[in-house]
């Protein structure tokens, strides 16, 4: 489920049947929570259940397993496997989802409470999606790998799983960028922005900061452009005066 431009813009919860309002953190709840946790917190929703099972020695046994087997462990039974970890799950929820988010083992899944109503419940086959939508809605890509055991063509399966190892590799491959650290973007778009600054900033949910950022960098090389065009000319003799507002967010 992609959401739109203005879903992700916007400082009101996603409504999702049966989860609840998805909600796109402030960035004083994210101070108030610890930026660490935030991360944690993210990086959890993020796992599959061959990482999770490498972080406490599993991954050995994991990859002795056929295949078939493989596929049969979903990440949302391995959560919800022990009360350690389904408290810890329910409080990753209950940040990013508007309604109280609790645990029921008797209907293995968290029970959405809007107050003494109940709303609906986040089962295994919903947890992806609801996973999805919270990393959309927290500038995070989110890469789940696919459930191979609902593919029933034996060249679709093929194919998914190269894609699936190729998509591990770039992973695997990818180093963190200092720079693009939320504390350091926050400190940027402050001094950068005309409006806002490092009192105000904090009322931004995390999306807003990140659109802001990359507002702000193309209007940068915006202007650099419009001075040098109105200094020298260019070679064919056009500019794009509406490169300011083009949009920056697409459907891909």
């Not at 180093?175 to 973007?185: H, P, S, V």
């Not at 009322?203 to 200094?231: E, G, H, K, P």
Request: charged content about 25%.
């Amino acid at each position: 489920m992609k959401l739109s431009y203005f879903e992700l813009l916007s400082p009101e919860p996603v409504e999702i049947k049966n989860a609840g309002g998805i909600l796109s953190p402030k960035l004083r709840s994210i101070a108030a929570l610890g930026y660490n946790t935030y991360q944690y917190y993210l990086s959890i929703l993020l796992l599959d259940a061959e990482t999770l099972l490498s972080m406490f020695g599993g991954s050995d046994q994991y990859k002795r397993m056929p295949k078939e087997a493989q596929e049969q462990i979903h990440i949302f039974d391995l959560l919800t496997a022990s009360e350690q970890s389904y408290s810890l799950l329910q409080n990753i929820l209950n940040f990013f989802i508007k309604e109280e988010i609790i645990y029921s083992p008797e209907n293995k899944g968290f029970v959405s409470r809007n107050g003494s109503r109940e709303s609906g419940i986040i089962t295994k086959d919903l947890y992806p999606q609801v996973c999805d939508l919270i990393c959309q809605r927290n500038c995070v890509k989110f890469d789940r790998k696919e459930d191979l055991s609902r593919v029933k063509s034996k060249k679709a399966l093929e194919i998914m799983k190269k894609l699936q190892k190729g998509r591990a590799e770039r992973l695997r491959q990818t180093k963190t960028d200092q720079n693009m650290e939320l504390g350091n973007i926050i400190s940027a778009v402050a001094s950068k922005s005309h409006s806002l600054n490092i009192l105000n900033i904090w009322d931004l949910t995390v999306f807003q900061l990140w659109d802001c950022f990359a507002r702000l960098t193309n209007n940068s090389i915006y202007d650099i452009q419009s001075m040098s065009v109105a200094a020298w000319g260019n070679k064919n003799n056009y500019f794009d005066v509406t490169a300011w507002f083009k949009r920056i967010e697409t459907d891909k």
